[in-house]
DNA sequence: CAGGCAAACGGACCGCGGTCCAGTTTTCTT
DNA sequence: AAGAAAACTGGACCGCGGTCCGTTTGCCTG
C-alpha cells in the first residue's frame, strides 16, 4: 500500500458532513522543504509536458522522473502513486470548478434556485470533462477508490445539498450519486467517443434527468 | 494491445441494436482443439480455488497457470488478459441473471409491465452485485472500455428497451445509462462496504429512482 | 557558526501483467 | 497411414508501477 506519507496528515476527516462545504482540502500542502517544492513544480512540468506531448498514456513515472531530473522515488515519495500524479495535473481546474459553484456567480453559484444550479452544475461538469477527458480517464483510481477521491467527494456533496433544497424528502444522497455516476468521464467518454453523441445530447439528457428526479409528486 | 487472438472472429458487431437481444454471445466458444478446452477448464478451476482461497487479490496470472500445471502464455491465449479471466469466472452467474430477465417469469421476466420488470431488475442485479462484489470490482476494465463490456451492453440494452415502453418520448438510451450507473459494483461498494449503507436502502433508493424516471408529466 | 535531525533523495530491487516465438501436438487431407 | 497446415504450448523476456533503504540536504537551535 501506498499509505502513510509522513507529510499529508490525512486532514482527519471532519467527522460528520459539514453544512458547509470548505473550499476542499485548500490546507494540502503542509509546507514543504525548499528543494521539496522546486521538485514538485518540476514533476508537474515535465508531467504536462509528457501528456501534451505523447497523451496521457506517455506519463510513465519513470519518464516523469527523468524529465525532471529527479529520482523515481522522489515521484513516489509526493504524489503518492500514478492517479495522485494524474489528480495533481487536474487539481488546477478542479479547483476553480469547485470555487465556481461554492462561491460563483449565479446559476452556478449561490443566489439562483438550487434546481437551476442544478442544471448549470451538470452542463459546466459536462464540458469540463470533455476537454481533458483523456486525462480524466487517465487519474481514476481503482474501482474500489473511485468514489472516495475528495474531488468527487466535494462534487457529490454538492450535489446532495442542492438536492436537499429541491427534494428535501428524498434520500438526497443517492439521488446525488446517481446524478454524480451520470457526470462519469468513463460514460462521457462512450458515449461521445464510441456511440459518437454530440455533447449537446449528453446535456440535454442532464436536463431531462434532472427534471425527472426533483419532480415532487406523481401526477397521478 | 492484445488483439487479434486468431481463434476469435470478433463474431462480427451486429451492425445496429437488435430488436430482440439474443442470449448474449453465446456463440463464445468457436470449438476449442481438445487440449484447449481442457486448459481452458482447468484454469478456471485454479482460479476460482485462488480466489476462494486469497481474495480476488491473489489471483495472479502466474499464480492461476502455475496452480493449473500451465504456461503463463496459455492463460492470455485462452482469456486474452485479466480482466477476460475474471470475466470469464462470472460468465456462469451473468448469463443466468440475463436469461432471467430475458425469459424468465415475472416481474423478472417477459409478462409483467415494463415498470414492474425495472423495479425487479435493479433488485436482482443488486443482490447479485453484492455477493461477488469483490469479483466484480476487481473484473472492471480499465475504465476506457468499463461500458463497452458485452455482459454491461446487454444490461443496458435490456434497460433501454423497458424504458421505451415505459416513457417512450425519452431519450431511453441515456435514461439507461443512468439507471445502469447505479448499478455499478464500484458505488454499490462505496455505499455499503465505505458508507455503511444496508442493501435494502439501495434497494429502496433503485425502486424511488426508477419511479422518478418514468414520471411522466410534472404535476406542475 | 556548528551540529543534529527530520525530511527528502535516488536508484537498486521486486512482482506482475503482457508479449513473443521456437517447438510441440492435434486435426485435416488425400 | 502419412505428412503438412493449423492450433496450441510454455517459459524467457520486457516495461512499468511501486517499495526500500542507505545517503544527502535543508532547516532550526544553541
Not at 454538492?158 to 451520470?182: E, F, K, N, S
Amino acid at each position: 500500500m501506498s499509505a502513510s506519507l509522513p507529510p499529508f496528515p490525512k486532514a482527519g476527516e471532519p467527522s460528520s458532513e459539514p453544512l458547509l462545504l470548505e473550499i476542499a482540502s485548500s490546507a494540502d500542502e503542509p509546507c514543504l522543504r525548499a528543494d521539496a517544492a522546486r521538485n514538485r513544480a518540476r514533476l508537474l512540468e515535465a508531467a504536462a509536458r509528457l501528456v501534451a506531448e505523447h497523451g496521457a498514456a506517455g506519463v510513465t513515472m519513470e519518464a516523469v522522473a527523468a524529465a525532471a531530473s529527479v529520482g523515481k522515488g522522489t515521484v513516489f515519495r509526493r504524489f503518492g502513486d500514478r492517479t495522485g500524479l494524474l489528480m495533481a495535473l487536474l487539481d488546477h481546474s478542479a479547483r476553480q470548478l469547485q470555487a465556481a459553484f461554492l462561491g460563483g456567480p449565479p446559476p452556478l453559484g449561490p443566489g439562483a434556485p438550487p434546481v437551476e444550479r442544478l442544471h448549470a452544475f451538470g452542463r459546466a461538469v459536462l464540458r469540463q470533462s470533455s476537454e481533458q477527458l483523456e486525462l480524466q480517464l487517465a487519474a481514476q483510481p481503482e474501482p474500489a477508490r473511485r468514489f472516495s477521491s475528495p474531488p468527487l467527494r466535494a462534487l457529490s456533496g454538492h450535489v446532495t445539498l442542492l438536492l436537499r433544497q429541491a427534494v428535501p424528502d428524498a434520500d438526497c444522497v443517492l439521488l446525488a450519486q446517481t446524478l454524480i455516476g451520470y457526470l462519469d468521464p468513463a460514460l462521457i467518454h462512450h458515449l461521445t467517443k464510441e456511440c459518437g453523441m454530440p455533447l449537446e445530447r449528453l446535456e440535454a439528457g442532464w436536463s431531462d434527468l434532472v427534471a425527472r428526479v426533483t419532480r415532487t409528486e406523481p401526477p397521478r
